[in-house]
């Protein structure tokens, strides 16, 4: 009789599940690397759920157009903005990303709750404390186990989303802001950063995507290890 148990899929779960988000201001490559960790994992044998924030759900993906692309004759005005993400998050969180999480899989999701303290909290100006206290509604109390934040400077932001535009890649509301509110969110990042150095892993955007692949897997490797 042959052996055929080298054909056989592997599954290989993870106890409690692994939650990894990826952060960092626009045109910074988080969506790749989302895809190719995505990519990786699954053919490691994890039980992979990809996912993005606001979105995720049929009620997020309804939030997530208003909020990059606004309301025909009326504008969203900062604290609907914030209170929208809230929504989009809570219901992702109950809906999606516990379930998968309680059956020992894998979560990858492009931005979480950082991205409001980085755009809502530095980039508006709303309140930090407020922020934290909506985050523990909005989370239900589960951060990432680790986070990627991948940094560029606001000038290589603005080159990238200039070789958007020349593209034709439509853009959205944030890619609007000025350069001052650009900054405040990436030293907003920064901050979170130093602040939670056990969870955010920062890195260098403008490594190559291969470069940036590796380092991100061996990070996880150790994590699931």
């Not at 899989?105 to 922020?131: E, K, N, P, W």
């Not at 955010?200 to 692949?213: F, G, H, K, P, W």
């Amino acid at each position: 009789m042959s052996d055929t148990s080298a054909s056989l899929p592997v599954h290989r779960h993870v106890k409690g599940g692994l939650f990894i988000t990826f952060e960092g201001v626009d045109c910074s490559g988080k969506s790749t690397q989302v895809k190719l960790l995505s990519q990786t994992l699954r053919r490691d044998g994890y039980d992979v759920l990809e996912t993005r924030e606001p979105g995720g759900t049929e009620l997020g993906e309804r939030l997530r157009d208003v909020l990059k692309h606004g309301i025909e004759n009326e504008a969203v005005c900062d604290q609907a903005e914030l209170f929208l993400f809230c929504a989009s998050r809570v219901q992702l969180v109950r809906n999606i990303i516990q379930p998968h999480l309680e059956k020992d899989g894998v979560v990858i999701c492009d931005r979480f709750a950082d991205s409001t303290t980085a755009y809502q909290g530095y980039g508006r100006g709303f309140d930090l404390h407020m922020i934290e206290e909506l985050h523990q509604i909005a989370t239900c109390g589960r951060w990432p186990d680790l986070t990627f934040m991948l940094d560029l400077t606001v000038e290589q932001m603005e080159q990238r989303g200039q070789m958007r535009l020349d593209s034709l890649v439509v853009q959205d509301r944030f890619e609007d802001e000025s350069r001052d509110y650009r900054e405040a969110v990436r030293q907003g990042y920064l901050e979170l950063a130093r602040r939670y150095p056990r969870r955010m892993r920062l890195i260098d955007a403008n490594e190559s995507r291969e470069t940036i692949q590796r380092m991100i897997r061996e990070i996880v490797d150790h994590a699931l290890a």
